[in-house]
T-cell receptor, first 113, second 115 residues
Framework: AQKVTQAQTEISVVEKEDVTLDCVYE???????LFWYKQPPSGELVFLIR??????QNEISGRYSWNFQKSTSSFNFTITASQVVDSAVYFC??????????FGAGTTVTVRA | DSGVTQTPKHLITATGQRVTLRCSPR?????VYWYQQSLDQGLQFLIQ???????AKGNILERFSAQQFPDLHSELNLSSLELGDSALYFC??????????????FGPGTRLTVL
């Protein structure tokens, strides 16, 4: 079974629109971490944010914000006022106690000028 | 630039051959992870080493093996290559504690094409 599900395959927006990426995860661990990574067209994977299972406080960091809800096993990520440089594939990932990082299938975000 | 280096950037080889991919972690990081990214399988965790010892294994085929050397660089060996092994192979490293909860910093990847 998929541990991390990103139901949105592709999202296309016009510059300055907000983009919200959905992520649903599955784990039996009580301690776990959730991550968002970005893969721009150049191909490298870039770490964006990390959240642990005990901290459901939602935060904003610049144009990025995230909404972590344990009750629904969701860890959504929002880009506010999107820019063309935000065009990339975004991956949600789950780290459990077994040292393995499980990635979702990714959501391709295209921001049009 | 993440500080993780991988060589080579591109590799083209034939079925049945053997190749070695190399990774140097960020300065001070003791953990090295290997991932395979393909169109049909997505991003798959292969294996993790911590300070020279294997710590976790994922979906790594028996034809694949890895090791981490005393200077902490790591090599991923792929043998008896098949067409389906064509993929982008990433190496990542994380903070010295080796905890699975640390964020990982990825190298630029090695693009392997098997013809």
């Amino acid at each position: 079974a998929q541990k991390v599900t990103q139901a949105q395959t592709e999202i296309s927006v016009v510059e300055k629109e907000d983009v919200t990426l959905d992520c649903v995860y599955e784990t039996r661990d009580t301690t776990y971490y959730l991550f968002w990574y970005k893969q721009p067209p150049s191909g490298e994977l870039v770490f964006l944010i990390r959240r642990n299972s005990f901290d459901e406080q939602n935060e904003i960091s610049g144009r990025y914000s995230w909404n972590f809800q344990k009750s629904t096993s969701s860890f959504n990520f929002t880009i506010t006022a999107s820019q063309v440089v935000d065009s990339a594939v975004y991956f949600c990932a789950l780290s459990e106690a077994n040292y393995k990082l499980s990635f979702g299938a990714g959501t391709t975000v295209t921001v049009r000028a | 630039d993440s500080g993780v280096t991988q060589t080579p950037k591109h590799l083209i080889t034939a079925t049945g051959q053997r190749v070695t991919l190399r990774c140097s972690p960020r300065s001070g990081d003791l953990s090295v992870y290997w991932y395979q990214q393909s169109l049909d399988q997505g991003l798959q965790f292969l294996i993790q080493y911590y300070n020279g010892e294997e710590r976790a294994k994922g979906n790594i085929l028996e034809r694949f093996s890895a090791q981490q050397f005393p200077d902490l660089h790591s090599e991923l060996n792929l043998s008896s290559l098949e067409l389906g092994d064509s993929a982008l192979y990433f190496c990542a490293s994380s903070a010295p504690s080796g905890s699975s909860y640390n964020e990982q910093f990825f190298g630029p990847g090695t693009r392997l094409t098997v013809l």
